[in-house]
C-alpha cells in the first residue's frame, strides 16, 4: 500500500510547478482530481512538442490523474467545488493572491465548509508582501532572490529553479500539513512562494557573503575558483569539474600531471590566472579523452549529458528513473523512492475525461449531471 492511498487532493493549478507538485503526491498513491475551466483547461495541454495534439509536457507530468471540467466564474460551478472539498484532504491552486476569492475557493470559504482541509497555495512571490501581485517567472524569481547573483557570470539557466523547488516545497508543506491534521484534527493554509523556495539552492553564497566581506570569495562555488567551473574542451563540447575538497584538487592535479597547482587550491588572488591555464589544458584534449584520463582519478569530474540522452546513461538505467512508453510519451519517475515503490505509467486524462465519474462519486445524480451540462457548469471529453 502507498503512503497516500485514499487521500484525495483536487487540483487547481496550472502549468509547471502544479502539476510536478500533484504528480509527486499521485506517485506516492493520492487520488489527483484536476479541475480545470471550460476553455483550454491547463495551458501545457497546448504547449508543444504535442503527441496525439497533447503537449508532451503535459501528458509526463500529469499521469494517472482525473479530470473534470468546472466552470467556477458560475456560482453554479462554485457550488460544485463546494460539494467536493468536503470530501478532499487537500487542495492545491497557484493562482496570483486573491484570484480565488472570485472564484469562491479561497482558503477562508472552503475551511468553513471542511475544517479538515489542507490548503496549499503556490504563487511567484507568496501571498503578501510587495511584489506579491507582480508577475513573474522562474527567470524572475532566481534572479531577485540572490540565486544567479551567486554566479560570477550569470546567465539563463535551463533548469527552472523556482518551479520544480516550489513544487518540492508544496508536497513537504502539504505532507507536514495532512501529518498534523492526524494528531490536531484540524486542516491547516500552505503558502509557498517559488522565489523563496530556490533560496536555499544560494544560501551558501548568501550565508559567505553575509558574515564577512569577501567579495569574489563569496563567489567561489559560482565560478570563480578554478577547481569548481565548467570547462570546454578540444571539441568544445563542455564538461564539470567540482573538486572542491583539497582531496580531490589533488587527484586531479596529479592525474593531469600538474602538481605544481595543488597549493592553488585556494589561493584566492590566483584564481583567475589558474582559471585561463585550466582552461588551456582541457582545450587541449577532447571531452573524451579527458574522461578516459579522470572517470577514474577521484576527482569529481564529469562529462555532460544531453537531455535527450538521459535514456542511455548508465546510471539513470540501473535506477530506472526516466523511459518512454511504447505510445512515445517519456516519463520521469518520482526521485522520492520508499521500498518496492514503482513509477505508475497510467496516461494523462483528456480535458474533462473524469467529469462524469468524479461527480457520481462525490453524491452527485445522473439529473444533477445532465443539468450541469445543460447550463455549461461542467463539460466531459466525448
Request: charged share 20%.
Amino acid at each position: 500500500m502507498k503512503p497516500l492511498e485514499n487521500t484525495r487532493i483536487l487540483d487547481l493549478t496550472r502549468l509547471l510547478p502544479g502539476a510536478i507538485c500533484t504528480m509527486l503526491l499521485g506517485d506516492m498513491g493520492a487520488e489527483i482530481i484536476k479541475v480545470e475551466d471550460p476553455v483550454t483547461g491547463d495551458y501545457a495541454r497546448l504547449m508543444p512538442p504535442l503527441i496525439d495534439g497533447m503537449g508532451a509536457f503535459f501528458r509526463s507530468s500529469n499521469r494517472g490523474k482525473k479530470s473534470i471540467v468546472l466552470d467556477l466564474k458560475q456560482d453554479a460551478g462554485q457550488a460544485v467545488l463546494h460539494r467536493l472539498v468536503e470530501q478532499a484532504d487537500a487542495l492545491i491552486e497557484g493562482f496570483r493572491p486573491g484570484v480565488t476569492a472570485r472564484l469562491g475557493a479561497d482558503y477562508q470559504t472552503l475551511r468553513a465548509i471542511n475544517p479538515r482541509l489542507v490548503y496549499c497555495s503556490l504563487s511567484g512571490w507568496g501571498q503578501m508582501g510587495p511584489l506579491a501581485h507582480v508577475s513573474g517567472h522562474d527567470l524572475n524569481y532566481i534572479a531577485r532572490n540572490g540565486l544567479l547573483g551567486a554566479e560570477l557570470n550569470p546567465q539563463t539557466l535551463g533548469a527552472k529553479v523556482a518551479d520544480v523547488g516550489g513544487a518540492y516545497v508544496g508536497v513537504m508543506g502539504v505532507l507536514a500539513a495532512l501529518l498534523q491534521r492526524e494528531r490536531s484534527g484540524r486542516g491547516d493554509y500552505v503558502d509557498v512562494a517559488l522565489s523563496e523556495a530556490a533560496m536555499p539552492f544560494a544560501m551558501l553564497g548568501w550565508v559567505l557573503a553575509s558574515c564577512r566581506n569577501m567579495g569574489s570569495e563569496a563567489l567561489s562555488l559560482g565560478g570563480a575558483s578554478a577547481c569548481y567551473r565548467l570547462y570546454y574542451c578540444a571539441d568544445d563540447e563542455p564538461v564539470a569539474l567540482s573538486a572542491v575538497e583539497m582531496k580531490f584538487w589533488a587527484n586531479f592535479c596529479v592525474a593531469v600531471g600538474k602538481p605544481e597547482w595543488t597549493a592553488l587550491h585556494t589561493a584566492t588572488a590566483r584564481q583567475p590566472e589558474l582559471i585561463e591555464d585550466v582552461s588551456k589544458l582541457f582545450r587541449s584534449k577532447s571531452a573524451a579523452d579527458w574522461a578516459d584520463l579522470l572517470d577514474d582519478a577521484d576527482c569529481c569530474f564529469s562529462r555532460i549529458t544531453a537531455p535527450e540522452a538521459l535514456h542511455d546513461d548508465p546510471q539513470m538505467k540501473e535506477r530506472g528513473m526516466v523511459g518512454i512508453t511504447a505510445e512515445g510519451i517519456p516519463w520521469m519517475r518520482s526521485p522520492i523512492r520508499l521500498s518496492g515503490d514503482e513509477p505508475s505509467l497510467l496516461p494523462a486524462p483528456n480535458h474533462g475525461e473524469h467529469t462524469r465519474e468524479v461527480l457520481l462519486g462525490n453524491g452527485f445524480n445522473e439529473a444533477d449531471i445532465v443539468a450541469l451540462l445543460e447550463t455549461g457548469v461542467i463539460r466531459q471529453s466525448p
